[in-house]
Protein backbone atom coordinates (compact mmCIF):
# COMPACT_ATOMS: atom_id res chain seq x y z
CA UNK A 1 0.00 0.00 0.00
CA UNK A 2 1.36 3.38 -1.15
CA UNK A 3 1.86 5.53 1.93
CA UNK A 4 -0.72 8.67 2.06
CA UNK A 5 -0.42 11.59 4.41
CA UNK A 6 -3.90 13.81 5.31
CA UNK A 7 -2.91 16.77 7.01
CA UNK A 8 -5.67 19.83 8.12
CA UNK A 9 -5.30 22.65 9.69
CA UNK A 10 -7.73 25.36 10.92
CA UNK A 11 -7.96 28.47 13.30
CA UNK A 12 -9.48 28.01 16.73
CA UNK A 13 -12.68 30.10 17.77
CA UNK A 14 -11.93 34.38 18.25
CA UNK A 15 -12.52 33.57 22.03
CA UNK A 16 -9.34 30.84 22.30
CA UNK A 17 -7.35 33.31 19.71
CA UNK A 18 -3.79 34.12 21.45
CA UNK A 19 -3.97 31.02 23.90
CA UNK A 20 -4.39 28.18 20.88
CA UNK A 21 -2.38 29.17 17.88
CA UNK A 22 -4.19 26.47 15.57
CA UNK A 23 -5.19 23.03 15.62
CA UNK A 24 -3.56 20.31 13.33
CA UNK A 25 -5.58 17.35 11.98
CA UNK A 26 -3.13 14.64 10.67
CA UNK A 27 -4.10 10.68 9.36
CA UNK A 28 -1.00 8.73 7.89
CA UNK A 29 -1.12 5.37 6.52
CA UNK A 30 0.89 2.72 4.80
CA UNK A 31 4.02 4.00 6.79
CA UNK A 32 6.62 1.87 7.65
CA UNK A 33 6.75 0.95 11.83
CA UNK A 34 9.63 4.33 13.36
CA UNK A 35 10.07 6.26 15.59
CA UNK A 36 9.31 9.92 15.47
CA UNK A 37 11.05 12.45 16.93
CA UNK A 38 9.46 15.17 19.04
CA UNK A 39 11.42 18.22 18.97
CA UNK A 40 11.35 21.25 20.99
CA UNK A 41 8.88 24.07 20.02
CA UNK A 42 7.53 27.62 20.56
CA UNK A 43 4.62 25.77 21.58
CA UNK A 44 3.75 23.04 24.14
CA UNK A 45 2.89 19.85 23.06
CA UNK A 46 -0.77 19.00 23.04
CA UNK A 47 -2.17 16.11 20.83
CA UNK A 48 -5.26 13.96 21.05
CA UNK A 49 -4.51 10.46 19.52
CA UNK A 50 -7.81 9.30 17.49
CA UNK A 51 -7.35 5.25 17.69
CA UNK A 52 -4.39 3.74 18.98
CA UNK A 53 -2.51 5.69 21.93
CA UNK A 54 0.94 7.77 21.91
CA UNK A 55 3.70 5.58 22.62
CA UNK A 56 6.52 7.86 23.95
CA UNK A 57 9.15 5.19 24.48
CA UNK A 58 12.10 8.24 25.57
CA UNK A 59 11.00 11.06 27.61
CA UNK A 60 12.59 14.50 26.87
CA UNK A 61 13.31 13.92 30.98
CA UNK A 62 15.96 10.81 30.83
CA UNK A 63 14.49 10.29 34.34
CA UNK A 64 10.53 9.97 33.25
CA UNK A 65 9.73 6.54 31.91
CA UNK A 66 7.83 6.00 28.76
CA UNK A 67 4.53 5.88 28.35
CA UNK A 68 1.10 5.94 26.34
CA UNK A 69 -0.81 8.69 26.36
CA UNK A 70 -4.43 8.64 24.86
CA UNK A 71 -4.11 13.18 24.77
CA UNK A 72 -0.30 13.86 25.85
CA UNK A 73 0.30 16.94 27.27
CA UNK A 74 3.95 18.43 27.80
CA UNK A 75 5.80 21.54 28.80
CA UNK A 76 8.36 23.17 26.70
CA UNK A 77 11.51 21.36 26.34
CA UNK A 78 14.81 21.72 25.49
CA UNK A 79 15.88 17.83 23.87
CA UNK A 80 13.90 15.33 21.87
CA UNK A 81 11.32 12.69 22.64
CA UNK A 82 10.96 9.82 20.65
CA UNK A 83 7.54 8.01 20.12
CA UNK A 84 7.63 4.73 17.98
CA UNK A 85 4.51 4.49 15.34
CA UNK A 86 3.44 1.44 13.74
CA UNK A 87 3.30 3.25 10.50
CA UNK A 88 -0.61 4.62 10.71
CA UNK A 89 -1.19 7.22 13.25
CA UNK A 90 -4.11 10.14 13.44
CA UNK A 91 -4.85 12.67 15.67
CA UNK A 92 -5.34 16.36 16.54
CA UNK A 93 -2.22 18.35 17.51
CA UNK A 94 -3.20 21.35 19.57
CA UNK A 95 -1.05 24.59 19.34
CA UNK A 96 -0.91 25.38 22.84
CA UNK A 97 0.94 28.96 23.80
CA UNK A 98 2.68 29.22 27.12
CA UNK A 99 -0.10 31.97 27.45
CA UNK A 100 -2.79 29.72 26.84
CA UNK A 101 -1.40 26.98 29.80
CA UNK A 102 -2.49 28.97 32.33
CA UNK A 103 -6.29 29.83 30.64
CA UNK A 104 -7.20 26.86 29.71
CA UNK A 105 -5.24 24.37 32.97
CA UNK A 106 -4.49 27.31 35.67
CA UNK A 107 -0.95 26.63 35.98
CA UNK A 108 1.96 28.57 34.76
CA UNK A 109 3.86 26.65 31.35
CA UNK A 110 6.70 26.64 33.85
CA UNK A 111 4.89 23.83 35.93
CA UNK A 112 5.09 21.34 32.97
CA UNK A 113 8.38 21.81 31.83
CA UNK A 114 9.98 18.79 30.12
CA UNK A 115 6.82 16.62 31.85
CA UNK A 116 4.79 14.55 29.24
CA UNK A 117 1.16 14.00 31.19
CA UNK A 118 -2.13 12.75 30.00
CA UNK A 119 -3.98 15.74 29.39
CA UNK A 120 -6.34 14.64 31.93
CA UNK A 121 -4.31 14.96 35.43
CA UNK A 122 -4.55 18.65 34.41
CA UNK A 123 -7.79 19.48 32.78
CA UNK A 124 -9.77 16.37 35.15
CA UNK A 125 -13.20 15.46 33.28
CA UNK A 126 -12.37 17.45 30.54
CA UNK A 127 -9.37 16.02 28.87
CA UNK A 128 -10.84 12.56 29.17
CA UNK A 129 -14.16 14.69 27.16
CA UNK A 130 -11.79 15.77 24.77
CA UNK A 131 -10.12 12.18 23.56
CA UNK A 132 -13.55 10.32 23.90
CA UNK A 133 -15.33 12.84 21.59
CA UNK A 134 -12.91 13.14 18.89
CA UNK A 135 -12.82 9.14 18.87
CA UNK A 136 -14.45 7.39 15.56
CA UNK A 137 -14.57 9.17 11.58
CA UNK A 138 -15.92 12.66 11.15
CA UNK A 139 -15.04 15.16 9.38
CA UNK A 140 -12.19 17.90 10.93
CA UNK A 141 -14.52 20.69 11.28
CA UNK A 142 -16.64 18.29 13.04
CA UNK A 143 -13.61 17.83 15.56
CA UNK A 144 -12.19 20.96 15.47
CA UNK A 145 -15.74 22.25 16.62
CA UNK A 146 -15.32 19.61 19.57
CA UNK A 147 -11.95 21.48 20.48
CA UNK A 148 -12.98 24.89 20.73
CA UNK A 149 -16.38 23.28 22.75
CA UNK A 150 -14.66 21.57 25.23
CA UNK A 151 -11.37 23.96 25.55
CA UNK A 152 -13.44 27.30 25.36
CA UNK A 153 -15.04 25.62 28.54
CA UNK A 154 -11.80 25.23 30.04
CA UNK A 155 -10.63 28.95 29.11
CA UNK A 156 -11.16 31.08 32.19
CA UNK A 157 -10.60 34.58 31.31
CA UNK A 158 -9.70 35.87 34.59
CA UNK A 159 -6.26 33.42 34.62
CA UNK A 160 -4.07 35.16 32.24
CA UNK A 161 -0.14 35.83 32.14
CA UNK A 162 0.57 38.79 33.18
CA UNK A 163 0.76 41.63 29.94
CA UNK A 164 4.23 42.59 30.74
CA UNK A 165 5.36 38.55 29.89
CA UNK A 166 2.47 37.83 27.56
CA UNK A 167 4.19 40.64 25.47
CA UNK A 168 8.04 39.93 25.88
CA UNK A 169 7.15 36.63 24.94
CA UNK A 170 5.45 37.21 21.58
CA UNK A 171 7.64 39.77 20.73
CA UNK A 172 10.79 37.01 21.26
CA UNK A 173 8.66 34.47 19.03
CA UNK A 174 7.75 37.00 16.05
CA UNK A 175 11.45 38.09 16.41
CA UNK A 176 11.84 34.97 15.15
CA UNK A 177 14.62 34.38 18.10
CA UNK A 178 16.64 37.21 17.63
CA UNK A 179 15.87 40.24 19.86
CA UNK A 180 17.63 39.87 23.17
CA UNK A 181 16.74 40.42 27.09
CA UNK A 182 17.81 43.90 27.09
CA UNK A 183 15.92 45.46 24.73
CA UNK A 184 12.90 43.26 25.92
CA UNK A 185 13.83 44.35 29.39
CA UNK A 186 14.17 48.51 28.27
CA UNK A 187 10.67 48.20 26.59
CA UNK A 188 9.08 47.11 29.95
CA UNK A 189 10.62 49.30 32.33
CA UNK A 190 12.43 46.16 34.13
CA UNK A 191 15.85 45.32 34.54
CA UNK A 192 17.27 42.24 32.70
CA UNK A 193 18.00 40.30 35.74
CA UNK A 194 14.03 40.79 37.19
CA UNK A 195 12.80 39.79 33.39
CA UNK A 196 14.62 36.71 33.35
CA UNK A 197 13.42 35.65 36.80
CA UNK A 198 9.41 36.30 36.09
CA UNK A 199 9.64 34.95 32.51
CA UNK A 200 11.62 31.49 33.71
CA UNK A 201 8.95 31.45 36.80
CA UNK A 202 6.12 31.48 34.33
CA UNK A 203 7.61 29.41 31.15
CA UNK A 204 9.64 27.49 32.60
CA UNK A 205 12.37 28.85 30.11
CA UNK A 206 15.11 31.62 30.02
CA UNK A 207 14.68 34.31 27.52
CA UNK A 208 17.80 33.33 25.88
CA UNK A 209 16.28 29.63 25.68
CA UNK A 210 12.86 30.57 24.48
CA UNK A 211 15.37 32.53 21.81
CA UNK A 212 17.23 29.32 20.37
CA UNK A 213 14.30 27.24 20.78
CA UNK A 214 12.31 29.78 18.49
CA UNK A 215 15.60 30.09 16.02
CA UNK A 216 15.74 26.44 16.06
CA UNK A 217 12.01 25.69 14.85
CA UNK A 218 12.12 28.04 12.66
CA UNK A 219 15.95 26.81 10.84
CA UNK A 220 13.81 23.26 10.89
CA UNK A 221 10.91 24.12 9.41
CA UNK A 222 12.78 26.52 6.52
CA UNK A 223 14.85 23.20 5.86
CA UNK A 224 12.22 20.86 5.43
CA UNK A 225 10.52 23.39 3.05
CA UNK A 226 12.75 24.70 1.05
CA UNK A 227 13.85 23.56 -2.20
CA UNK A 228 16.82 21.03 -2.76
CA UNK A 229 19.13 23.68 -4.21
CA UNK A 230 19.12 25.60 -1.02
CA UNK A 231 22.37 25.11 1.26
CA UNK A 232 21.74 24.47 5.17
CA UNK A 233 24.41 27.18 5.30
CA UNK A 234 22.20 29.67 3.22
CA UNK A 235 19.59 28.76 6.40
CA UNK A 236 21.56 28.84 8.92
CA UNK A 237 22.29 32.89 7.78
CA UNK A 238 18.90 33.26 7.22
CA UNK A 239 17.51 32.62 10.54
CA UNK A 240 20.13 33.86 12.35
CA UNK A 241 23.14 31.75 12.92
CA UNK A 242 26.66 32.68 12.86
CA UNK A 243 27.38 29.66 10.35
CA UNK A 244 26.03 26.39 9.34
CA UNK A 245 28.49 24.77 12.06
CA UNK A 246 26.36 27.00 14.69
CA UNK A 247 23.01 25.78 13.41
CA UNK A 248 24.22 21.95 13.35
CA UNK A 249 25.62 22.24 16.98
CA UNK A 250 22.14 23.34 17.88
CA UNK A 251 20.39 20.49 16.06
CA UNK A 252 22.77 18.54 17.89
CA UNK A 253 22.03 19.50 21.22
CA UNK A 254 17.98 20.46 20.68
CA UNK A 255 17.26 17.47 18.48
CA UNK A 256 19.99 14.80 19.31
CA UNK A 257 20.71 14.43 15.44
CA UNK A 258 22.38 16.43 12.93
CA UNK A 259 19.59 18.59 10.14
CA UNK A 260 20.46 16.01 7.66
CA UNK A 261 19.84 12.93 9.78
CA UNK A 262 16.75 14.18 10.96
CA UNK A 263 15.88 15.07 7.05
CA UNK A 264 16.93 11.44 6.26
CA UNK A 265 15.07 9.48 9.19
CA UNK A 266 11.67 11.76 9.95
CA UNK A 267 8.80 10.73 8.09
CA UNK A 268 6.20 13.59 7.46
CA UNK A 269 5.90 16.07 10.28
CA UNK A 270 2.02 15.87 12.26
CA UNK A 271 3.71 18.30 14.07
CA UNK A 272 4.03 21.87 11.85
CA UNK A 273 1.96 23.34 9.06
CA UNK A 274 3.77 22.67 6.24
CA UNK A 275 1.91 21.71 3.08
CA UNK A 276 -1.29 21.84 4.28
CA UNK A 277 -4.94 22.31 3.55
CA UNK A 278 -6.85 24.64 5.77
CA UNK A 279 -10.34 23.94 6.81
CA UNK A 280 -11.30 27.09 6.32
Not at 58 to 87: F, K, N
Not at 260 to 271: D, F, K, R
Request: charged share 20%.
Amino acid sequence: MEPTTEVVTARPAPALAGFIDHYLGYRMTGYPPGLHRGLPSRHLTFIVSIGPSIDVVAQTDPRQRPEDYRCVLSGLQASSAAIAHSGDQEGVTIALTPMGCRTLFGTPASALWNTSLECADVAGPAGDELWERLQGPAPWSRRFAICDDVLGRLAHPDRLVTPELAWAWRTLVDSGGGVAIGPLADRIGWSRQHLARRFGAEFGVSPKLAGRITRFERARRMIERVPAHITIAQVAATCGYYDQAHLNRDFAELAGCSPTTWLAQEVTSVQDGSGVESAG
